[in-house]
């Protein structure tokens, strides 16, 4: 196999790919996206020093260093790419489609001179510390292997236009459910069953299924009732197995799961309380808009929807530790804030263009092969081929092209001919 070759056409895919990501923007945006989309694969890191060595340009490593600091402190540059990405991505968001939200956080133990420095919880080390936060979005289908990445955003609590924690994932699931015309489920976490986020939800329409906290008040049968009290008392009707991967190695748990029909206070919008045990001591409780009735299929798919938010959670930090996010080194906010739609779409070509077309299956093969790892969840192989993009790009260098406009037409790696 010529590896050259596949070097060079992926670049040029990239270069197409990226003509679409920086659609509306001026002529030397565009290049600043193709080589950043470009370096931070071929690097698999966003710190600038890293991403200028693999563009192979004839300047300066310091001069092309400035010359993509610059571009990054485009002020809404970040806003256009998320634009386009979403665009694109919406398009592979069916009506029961799983819509992943996900509040994490990016970490900077040591720094101290970048602009709106906030604080955050380490959820690895379980302690307070200098960070930034970021509200990440994905698409999945319960039973399907692929991931779409459409959102990728970071924001500062100490920003002078930050409102609340509340009002940026309200504001990224509007501009989801826009570009989708509200198809899809919403999928959240603990935390995600706030009043001030559950209500605005349900008066715009928005399907969900929420991991709900034991103290939560709800109505069942005229009467207000905590969510712990009303899960103990929850009949079990269906039992399953479940077995997880996990480093190697299967763990197998043995699960029960019922539900009752309840409201919330206040409101008359019929909602389903699905309760969940053998995952660990205490019950794991989902409300949910999804009609339910007395059905194994019906409550076990909301049972796998959720148990699929896990192995999204796994993916979004994979893709935080991949390309190093932690370690960025920029200190404006603005170029903070522009990086990380970037790295959304970095991800978003090695999980969706390299992984669903079927004329590219023959190449991410390949590309697998050239990794060298094995994984043993299914899902997760789309973790080799960025690897693998890598790898092939280490070892076969060349300049990103800009002849490759959002007019070329898709690129096949492998054909008839080759």
């Known amino acids: 196999m010529d590896y050259s070759r596949i070097a060079r056409k992926l670049r040029e895919k990239i270069a197409g790919f990226s003509g679409e990501l920086s659609r509306g923007l001026p002529k030397v945006s565009g290049r600043f996206v193709r080589e950043m989309v470009y370096g931070i694969q071929a690097s698999q890191s966003v710190v600038l020093t890293k991403i200028a060595r693999t563009l192979e340009e004839p ?3 310091k001069k092309l260093q400035e010359r993509l600091s610059r571009q990054l402190l485009r002020q809404g540059l970040g806003q256009k790419i998320q634009k386009n990405l979403l665009k694109m991505g919406s398009g592979l968001v069916g009506n029961d489609t799983l819509l992943i939200l996900d509040p994490s956080d990016i970490r900077k133990k040591y720094a101290k001179k970048m602009q709106y420095l906030g604080t955050v919880r380490d959820g690895s080390e379980n302690e307070l510390g200098n960070g930034y936060w970021t509200c990440n979005v994905v698409a999945t289908e319960i039973d399907g292997s692929t991931i779409v990445p459409l959102v990728g955003e970071l924001y500062s609590t100490e920003a002078p236009e930050f409102i609340s924690e509340n009002s940026e994932i309200l504001t990224v699931m ?3 459910s826009g570009a989708t015309k509200k198809r899809g ?5 603990r935390g995600g069953d706030r009043r001030k986020l559950m209500i605005p939800m349900l008066e715009k ?4 299924l929420i991991r709900l906290i034991g103290h939560r008040t709800l109505l069942w049968g005229g009467k207000e009732v905590l969510a712990e009290a009303l899960a103990k008392d929850c009949p079990m009707l269906y039992a399953e197995t479940v077995v997880n991967l996990n480093d190697g190695k299967e763990k197998v748990y043995h699960i029960e799961f019922g539900y009752r029909t309840v409201r919330l206070p206040g409101r008359d919008e019929q909602l389903g309380f699905v309760v969940v045990r053998g995952f660990g001591q205490e019950p794991m409780m989902l409300l949910t808009t999804e009609p339910l009735r007395k059905s194994r299929k019906v409550l076990w798919r909301l049972v796998r929807a959720y148990i699929r938010r896990w192995a999204i959670e796994e993916t979004i930090r994979y893709i935080k530790q991949s390309y190093e996010l932690e370690d960025v080194r920029v200190l404006s906010y603005r170029s903070l804030q522009n990086i990380m739609p970037l790295v959304c779409a970095v991800a978003y070509f090695a999980a969706v263009l390299l992984d669903t ?15 060298k790892r094995v994984f043993g969840v299914p899902e997760f ?3 080799c081929i960025a690897d693998g993009l890598t790898s092939i790009f280490m070892r076969y260098p060349g300049r990103i092209s800009g002849r490759f406009t959002s007019e070329t037409p898709q690129i096949l790696l492998f054909s008839s001919s080759a």
């Open 59 to 61: 300047i300066s490593l």
């Open 174 to 176: 509007g501009r989801v």
């Open 185 to 189: 489920i919403w999928v959240l976490d």
């Open 205 to 208: 329409g928005y399907r969900f």
């Open 357 to 371: 077309a079927s004329k590219l299956k023959v190449m991410a093969g390949y590309v697998l092969k050239a990794a």
């Open 381 to 383: 192989h789309y973790y």
